[in-house]
């Protein structure tokens, strides 16, 4: 048992590797924070003059 454990420790290594590389990047690929989201900005003087030129029916 001893053997065997130790004769797959670096496929461990590599296993435990790899996860946590893939870890790595679904946590950076899903990063909930997402800033252009929640910048807003209101109408701007130019959308103003237009929405005042136009005429309701």
């Known amino acids: 048992m001893l053997i065997t454990l130790a004769a797959s420790l670096p496929f ?21 924070y997402r800033p252009e989201l929640h910048y807003m900005r209101g109408p701007g003087p130019a959308c103003r003059a237009r929405q005042r030129g136009r005429t309701e029916i």
């Open 12 to 32: 461990r290594r590599r296993l435990i590797a790899l996860v946590e590389g893939w870890q790595r990047l679904v946590q950076m690929a899903s990063d909930p």
